[in-house]
């Protein structure tokens, strides 16, 4: 496809597609600086002040940092439980003799599109009997039900494109499995572990619906809860909303900028390449 | 050694595929059992009575349930045609760009990052009334004189709602049907430029018959997803105004959590399961062939 119009119009609607991705959240990140009460007035396009008082009054009137620091726990204890437990389970998927391979790979796939509402009566009795309601483990707990298929789906994707060769001579060697999977593959899946870890943080950090459904208070509020929470004596507090939603989206963003291309190359290798 | 090796990956797969069992496929089970009983703990005297398929039967001759279901399936067709043709348009645009195509995916990948209570949010601010941004736009540039009260009307509600989702799934789209043009040999092109065929035949030709496998995976992995929104709709409308924008996971938390009706809320979870299922396993059979059955070689 040689330049010309095709090419004009090419750049033309890429322009166009990535600022309509990039400016609500341009907007955003400007409306959160500005006073409540210019907020529906005039926005300047570009600020020529900046505003503190969105961002002071969430931490310290809305407790985000509590909010952020029971999300961080949350994400962080299901990625650490999930990682390791997920890699044994795909290793032995992409590379041992497996009867009933397919089947397993197929149920854990399946089971990571269940729609996690189906699944919140029985946890919620669950977690009551278990007095686990409004606790951290009462949360861990339902994550791992997203986050451990998508661990392993991700992982068997990884573990198979490592080259074989390495792993088969060294069990001709006389390693055993066990010492082969420590010294030879572990130390080639730095990569893969990394990215699935990323991506299962951010799927715990975002989730919302099973972190409303099983905490009762500010104290346990999972970030997207707590600021989906936010309310106003007499109207919506768009200010401090705005800048709980700019905290909410930093930890994310950053790792996207971070890990873009691994990222990506793990989102897709599931679904499409062959 | 075989006989070992095949005890050991069982071994080693045991810790998770017991945690998926008691945790996911254990409460389903328990969900469908839980659906034949009446066990309303607002009413605790009542006790746990079986009642059969009443709770079914209640659900299937409420106007509340088929609405909701309604709700689930127009915003479903909606949102992932529009995500499939315009994350189509953006994946061959990008396709083919020679600079830059590091920035544009990581601007592609932040939507998709970014919290869907945050989506949600965001785009409630910027359909606000009277004075968000959209109607300062729609205004200024004469597109509509007097812009409806977008959140108090059962219909312009779902414009924000499509919308938000759209911001946040259409570049994830675009990301995987990239991946699946990029897998398309180059000289198919080349071949065809030289043969005369104009850009368009190009695209119908080559481009849309070799991507039909990835634009199924996307399209059914898109509507299982929205079959199952929740999140977006709660923060922007509520299910509101009145029940006007109620998806079905959204009707089935508040029979569960705000009437605590456990027995009905687990009946509507058993309906959602068994349609999204359905699905699933279609999105399974079509990568099946392709990702699923590899042999370990």
Known sequence: MTGGIWGIGRRLAIAVMVSAILFPIYWVAVASF????????????????LVFDHYRAVFSERALGTAVWNSLIVAGATTLLCVPIGALCAYALARLPFPGRTLVLTSVLAISMFPQISIVSPLYLLLRELRLIDTYAGLVLPYLTFAMPLTIWLLVGFFRQLPRELEEAALMDGASRLRTLWTIVLPLSWPGLTTTAILTFLYCWNEFLFALCFTLGPDRYTVPVAIALFRGQYQVPWGQILAGALVATLPVAMLVFLAQRRIVAGLTSGAVKG | MMRDEKR???????????????????????????????????????????????NYIEALSDPRFWGAIGHTLAFAAVSVSLELVLGLALAVAVDSMTRGRGLVRTAMLLPWAVPTVVVGLVWRFIFETPAGLMNAVLVGSGVMADPPIWFADPEAAWVPIILADV??????????????????????????????ASVWRQFTAITLP????????????????????????????????????????????SALLENLRFGYGSALSVVIFVATFLLALIAIRLMGRRTLIEPAS
């Open chain 1, 34 to 49: 500005t006073p409540e009460s210019q907020l529906f007035g005039q926005v300047d396009l570009v600020p020529t002040r």
């Open chain 2, 8 to 54: 050991l990956g069982w071994t080693m797969a045991l810790p998770a595929l017991s945690v998926i069992a008691l945790i996911a496929l254990g409460p389903i089970l328990w969900a469908a059992w839980e659906s034949l009983y009446l066990h309303d703990l607002r009413m605790p005297w009542l006790g746990r009575r079986f009642i059969g398929a009443q």
């Open chain 2, 167 to 196: 911001w946040k799934t259409t570049p994830f789209v675009a990301l995987l049907l990239l991946a699946g043009l990029q897998n398309i040999e180059r000289s198919l092109y080349e071949a065809a430029q030289i043969d005369g």
């Open chain 2, 210 to 253: 070799l991507l039909k496998p990835a634009l199924l995976v996307a399209l059914v992995f898109r509507t299982v997803d929205a079959f199952r929104v929740f999140d977006v709709i709660y923060v922007m409308t509520g299910g509101g105004p009145g029940t006007a924008t109620e998806p079905i996971a959204m009707y089935t938390f």
